[in-house]
Every structure is written in structure tokens, then in C-alpha cells.
């Protein structure tokens, strides 16, 4: 029996746009397409079929994976052993930190107890990040890390690393998340006020146009809203609208719109919908060049679009039946392929139960080679481009996420609609809505609420065990750093934030002496806190 | 069914402690929890179990959730458990919630908790826990 239900979610996306089971040309006619406006070529505004002229065929995107375990000690074991197996020009090794890292406390701060190397690696000074990628050729990778609400220590930290090791600054290259809006609605990891965090966050940006022209300094999620339980369309559309709350900011302090364009990155996610996702990358771009050439009055040459990277998405990885999630990070990956995305960094299949193990990194790296090498789906830029369903659903997609950001303007602008809770309001409505489709059986999940097996412990993942002793050491480390360093140079280039805070300067020269010194995370993000005051949530 | 045996409503207070900041889990139970009729108290995020346990005694709640990420959930369910017991919160049943390998549950539940709601569980299956512990 044909369904008549409208709000049957079998016949939606994922984002709930209701679907027809055939579409033809009317439909572009009805979703207001015009192949002139809105398709062009691959590498031209409006960037809808990608950024570069022969898609894939100018090279492959870039393969990564997220990792940091524990101690500074086993992150350059697994990072050395990415090094040896991926084949890039440049590998990108993304250092997961854990939480006190991220939020600025040293081990020996009393939150720190029981979270020391859990969600990544432990990380105080400059001392650990010289141990992490010791003996791996600095002009060989991409230094990343998602640092967010310390990005300018993390900045500081990559740049130190250059300096000590003495490589030129035109070989180090760093990519830094440093997106702290998002924190505020998506993951948590804020220390200071929003106005504040964006400040040190463009001050990362703002020095790494004048001085390191290979780096790019901020990654703009559109990703941690959508695991917070957003729609694709929230997804680009917070995206958008925190790249241009940055944009704005830059442009205010002097810099030119078109020297910050292509530093800029957005971060997205690859969800299961493939066709959606697909649609979903290429309205990103469209939207975003038609925005930006309106905003700041460029024409369609200047104009262009950040690259974008995506992660798997970890919230649609299951606990149950964990093999499963290979086949959903493939699919994804397949998405994010076909929509003509720059990087995609791979889940593992045992993230819905603990950081990945060895098994589950290499499998996660096989799935994008697999891809790249096998499915020929790399060999064709944008293959779906004119496909009616697709391209109806870019427009459908572009014209919601319209909406939303005209909505955002009503409730006063981004900055008004994070500290006020507005955006986080529908998160998390979007996400109780989710699951609720799932525990009532609308929207499947296979081996969790449709095709269930009594024995599914038999795929169970052991967890990564984190070695007891780690927090103790680690304590002690910290200890030992300060004894051996000049504390006087500290006091002195800690002072020295302190001032250029309060003179209005860019921060980042300070921090990066400060950490060439070997002053520690929680040293450097006090003077931040003194000056700015803790933000303890809305 | 929300009600207590002396017709008062169930009070549930609910947090992030430790420092992972992933809110998605925590703010639907709360919501699950408030559709099912109790009161609910969210913390935010960010609490030290001692904040934690005297919010639980000063207002007089009847269940207490905590929601852990990050994987340090055995350290933090005994230290919110022990703040508790401490702060004269030691009749007030804990429920932990978040990314807690099956492996680990019953870690979880020698280190204080009263129900474990790790990855998979339902909104359903939250509200029981209620229930089940206020019983």
C-alpha cells in the first residue's frame, strides 16, 4: 500500500525534505534551477562542481585520519606508523588531544583528575610536541590539531616547533580547527566569553596571512552542530554563518577579504543519506559564492570558496554489531567523494566504543585507498551534476539554508543567536526529534532497531586501555618541566600576553615566545582567563 | 506514573561533570525526562562532582544523572558517587549515561552507579531507569 503519510521519514532525506520516487525535468523546473546560475563548470562561480578544473584528476583529496592516544610517547608511534603507510606528499597528522589539553589545564590542575590522555593526548608544553612528532620530516606533513578554544596555543605550539627544529617556515604547515563559535552550540571544549574567543581566534588567522602563507589557520564546522543533532541544511548554514561572523571580524581589522578567502576552511560532515550529501557539498559551495560575492561586493573571479574537508560521522556508528560502521564510513566516504570534497578524515569503526585502536585506524585509511583506487568514482569531476534528483536537491537545499540564514539574521546575527541559546535550542530539538524517529522504528538503523541479532556481543571491540599509571607520570612530567626551565623567562613572557591584551594587539607573537620558553597550556590560558573572566555557560 | 508514592513529582537532577562538553545525549534525556512529568535541574556542563552533589542535596532531588564522554566514566561515576555520600546525598540513586564500552558496565556500577545508560540506550529506557530506581 502506498504510503499517504507526508511525514513518513522513509520518503524524506535524512534532513526530512520529502522525496517523490522518480524525478525529470519538471522538477528542476520546480526547485527554480537555472544551469546557467547555478551549475557553471567545475573551478568557476559558482563553484557548485567543485573547486578544481579536472576534480580528482588534479590530484586525490587528502586522506587523514584522527589520532592521539595517551602520552606524547605512543602519538609519535601511531603518527610514525601513519607516516610509513599513507603515500601523500604531505601526510596530514591530526593530533587529538584530550579534554584538559583543550580546555587549557595543566595535568596537575584538580578537573584534570581521571581525564588525562582519555579523548586524545596529553599535551602541556612545547616539550610533548616536540616528542610527538619527533623524528617524523616536518616538510613531509600537515601539523593539524582540533584545538578550539586554545587554537592560539596550538598555533603557537606548531609555529615553536618549526623554530626548534629549525625548519623554514615555508615548509611547516600547519591546519588548524581553531572554530571557537561552535563550541559555544556543538562540543563544549569554551574557556572565556564567545567575543573574547573569537578575538584570539582571528588573531591566529590574522598573523598567519602576514607570515605563513602555507598554513590555514581556521576550519569553520558546520560538522560538530550536525553529531549535536543538526539537519544537513543547520549543518551549512551555521557553517556560513560563522565563516562570515569571522569574515566580518577580519575585514574590521584591515585585512583584505581576498587575502583571507583562502585561508579559510569549512568542516563538514559525511552523513549516510549519500544522494543528500552529495547535493549538500555542492549547494555549500554555491551558496556560499553567491553570499560571499553579495557580502563583500566581488565579482565572480575574486570570489572563492574555502576548501572543505569533511569527518565521517561518528553519530551514525553504532556500539552494536561494530563491522557494521566499515560499510557506513565507506558509504560515506563514497559521498563525500562524489561530492567533490578536499579532505576527508575517516572514523573508525570502533568510535561509538573508545578512541581507535591500531586495527581500526588502518581499516579506516584502506576505506578512503579503496575509494580513491578502486570505485572509479574519483576518475569524473562532479558525475551526479545534471542528474534531476541531484540537482533539484542542491537547489532545495540552497533555498532552505537561504532561509535559515535569513532567520538567523532576524533573531540579531550569530553572535546573538549563540549567547542568547537560540541555536543550540534547535539542536537539540533536531536531535530529539532523531532519536525519537529511531526508538519508534521510522528511521532504521540496522543491528540497533531493525535487523537485530541476539548474539551481538560477538562483534564486541575491546576499549583502548589508557595505562594507570599515565596521570601520576604525566603530573610528575609537568613538575619536572617547570624546575628545569627559566622561570624568570616565563614571568616575563607571560607578562607580555598580558600586555598586548590589554593594548589591543595581536596576541599570537607573545604566546609563541611564551611557548618557546616552555611555559605550560594552563599558564598561558590564565593569563587569558584573568583577562577575559571563565565562561561557565548560558 | 511520574508521581512518587506521597503524590509528588519526581525531581531528577542531570549534568555533564568532567570536562567533555558532548551535550546531545545529556539535553535529550533532560527533555525525555521532563515529557515523562519529572521535574528536571540541567547542570550544564563542566561540574565538579562536589558542585554537583550539593545542587543534588540543596535541592532535594530523587535521582541524579551524570552523562560522560570522554571515557574517563569509572573515575568520575566513583568521585560523584563518594561527593554525594559526603554531602549527604547518599539515598540519591545515580544514573550514568554516555560511551561506556559494555565491557566496562560493571566497573561503572561497583564504582556507585545505580543504572548505566551507555551507547544504544533509549529516551524509553531513561525514563524507566527512573522508575526502577525511585521504586
Same mark, same amino acid.
Given at each position: ?68 592516544? @595517551? ?40 578537573? @584534570? ?32 590539531? +582540533? ?19 629549525? !625548519? ?51 576550519? +569553520? ?35 583584505? +577579504? ?46 572563492? !570558496?574555502? #576548501? ?13 554489531? *561494530? ?30 566504543? @573508545? ?19 578502486? @570505485? ?15 540537482? #533539484? ?9 537561504? #532561509? ?60 583502548? #586501555?589508557?595505562? *594507570? ?31 598586548? +591584551? ?37 | 506514573? %511520574? ?63 551524570? %552523562?560522560?564522554?570522554?571515557? %574517563? ?47 544504544? %540506550? ?14
Amino acid at each position: 500500500v502506498p504510503t499517504t503519510n507526508p511525514f513518513d521519514i522513509n520518503r524524506m532525506t535524512s534532513s526530512r525534505l520529502p522525496t517523490k520516487d522518480v524525478y525529470g525535468p519538471a522538477d528542476l523546473v520546480e526547485a527554480g534551477f537555472d544551469p546557467d546560475r547555478d551549475l557553471g563548470t567545475p573551478a568557476r562561480y559558482p563553484f557548485t562542481r567543485g573547486r578544481k578544473e579536472h576534480g580528482y584528476g588534479d590530484g586525490l583529496w587528502d586522506m587523514a585520519t584522527y589520532s592521539g592516544i @595517551s602520552s606524547p610517547t605512543e602519538t609519535n608511534a601511531r603518527f610514525r606508523y601513519i607516516v610509513a603507510n599513507t603515500h601523500s606528499a604531505r601526510n596530514t597528522l591530526a593530533m587529538a588531544l584530550d579534554l584538559p589539553s583543550q580546555i587549557g589545564l595543566d595535568p596537575d590542575h584538580p578537573m @584534570s583528575r581521571g581525564e588525562i590522555g582519555r579523548s586524545g593526548v596529553s599535551v602541556t608544553s612545547l616539550r610533548d610536541v616536540e616528542a610527538i612528532y619527533d623524528g617524523i620530516p616536518l616538510d613531509r606533513v600537515r601539523l593539524a590539531t +582540533v584545538a578550539n578554544g586554545m587554537g592560539n596555543v596550538a598555533a603557537a605550539w606548531f609555529i615553536g616547533l618549526g623554530l626548534k627544529r629549525g !625548519v623554514p617556515m615555508t615548509d611547516v604547515v600547519g591546519n588548524l580547527q581553531n572554530d571557537p563559535l561552535k563550541e559555544f552550540t556543538g562540543r563544549g571544549t569554551y574557556i572565556y566569553p564567545a567575543a573574547d574567543h573569537v578575538r584570539l581566534a582571528l588573531d591566529v588567522v590574522e598573523h598567519c596571512i602576514e607570515h605563513l602563507p602555507h598554513w590555514k589557520p581556521m576550519s +569553520v564546522c558546520g560538522s560538530q552542530l550536525r553529531w549535536g543533532g543538526a539537519t544537513a541544511i543547520e549543518e551549512v548554514g551555521f557553517a556560513i554563518a560563522h565563516t562570515e561572523g569571522y569574515l566580518d571580524g577580519l575585514v574590521e581589522r584591515g585585512v583584505n +577579504v581576498l587575502d583571507a578567502l583562502p585561508r579559510l576552511e569549512f568542516h563538514m560532515v559525511a552523513d549516510n543519506d549519500v544522494l543528500e550529501e552529495v547535493a549538500k557539498f555542492r549547494a555549500l559551495r554555491r551558496i556560499w559564492a553567491a553570499r560571499t560575492a553579495r557580502r563583500y561586493g566581488l565579482n565572480a573571479e575574486q570570489v572563492s !570558496v574555502p #576548501s572543505v574537508q569533511i569527518y565521517t560521522a561518528g553519530y551514525t556508528l553504532t556500539a552494536q554489531d *561494530p563491522l557494521n560502521n566499515v560499510v557506513r564510513i565507506a558509504m560515506q566516504v563514497m559521498a563525500s567523494v562524489m561530492g567533490g570534497v578536499d579532505y576527508v578524515a575517516t572514523s573508525s569503526y570502533d568510535e561509538a566504543i @573508545s578512541t581507535p585502536t591500531l586495527q581500526a585506524l588502518r581499516v579506516a585509511l584502506h576505506t578512503q585507498q579503496i575509494v580513491a583506487f578502486e @570505485s572509479g568514482l574519483a576518475r569524473v569531476a562532479d558525475p551526479l551534476g545534471g542528474s534531476y534528483y541531484v540537482e #533539484s536537491l542542491t537547489s532545495r537545499i540552497a533555498a532552505a539554508v537561504e #532561509s535559515l540564514l535569513d532567520e538567523i539574521e532576524t533573531v540579531g546575527g550569530i553572535m546573538k543567536a549563540i549567547e542568547s541559546g537560540w541555536t543550540n535550542g534547535i539542536i537539540t530539538e533536531a536531535a530529539y526529534t532523531f532519536q525519537r524517529e529511531i526508538e519508534r522504528g521510522e528511521r532504521v538503523v540496522v543491528g540497533v532497531n531493525r535487523f537485530v541479532h541476539d548474539d551481538d556481543g560477538a562483534h564486541d571491540v575491546p576499549p583502548q #586501555s589508557v595505562d *594507570p599509571q599515565l596521570e601520576e607520570r604525566r603530573i610528575a612530567e609537568v613538575a619536572e618541566l617547570r624546575r628545569g626551565r627559566s622561570s624568570r623567562e616565563v614571568s616575563r613572557c607571560l607578562a607580555d600576553i598580558s600586555a598586548a +591584551v590589554r593594548a589591543g594587539k595581536n596576541t599570537l607573537p607573545s604566546t609563541i615566545d611564551a611557548v618557546l620558553a616552555y611555559a605550560t597550556i594552563g599558564e598561558i590560558c590564565d593569563v587569558f582567563r584573568e583577562n577575559f573572566g571563565e565562561y561557565r555557560g548560558a | 506514573m %511520574s508521581q512518587l508514592p506521597d503524590d509528588r513529582k519526581i525531581r531528577c537532577l542531570i549534568a555533564k561533570v568532567g570536562l567533555d562538553g558532548h551535550q546531545r545525549g545529556v539535553q535529550i534525556i533532560a527533555r525525555a525526562w521532563r515529557d515523562a512529568g519529572f521535574e528536571v535541574i540541567y547542570l550544564g556542563l563542566r561540574n565538579t562532582p562536589e558542585e554537583f552533589a550539593r545542587v543534588a542535596v540543596d535541592e532535594g532531588v530523587d535521582v541524579a544523572g551524570v %552523562s560522560i564522554l570522554s571515557g %574517563s566514566h569509572i573515575y568520575l561515576t566513583r568521585a560523584t558517587r563518594q561527593a554525594m555520600d559526603a554531602a549527604g546525598a547518599a539515598d540519591v540513586p545515580l544514573i550514568v549515561g554516555g560511551v561506556i564500552p559494555r565491557v566496562e558496565v560493571d566497573d561503572v556500577l561497583a564504582a556507585g552507579a545505580a543504572r548505566v545508560l551507555g551507547p544504544g %540506550s533509549t529516551l524509553e529506557g531513561a525514563v524507566a531507569a527512573v522508575h526502577e530506581v525511585t521504586r
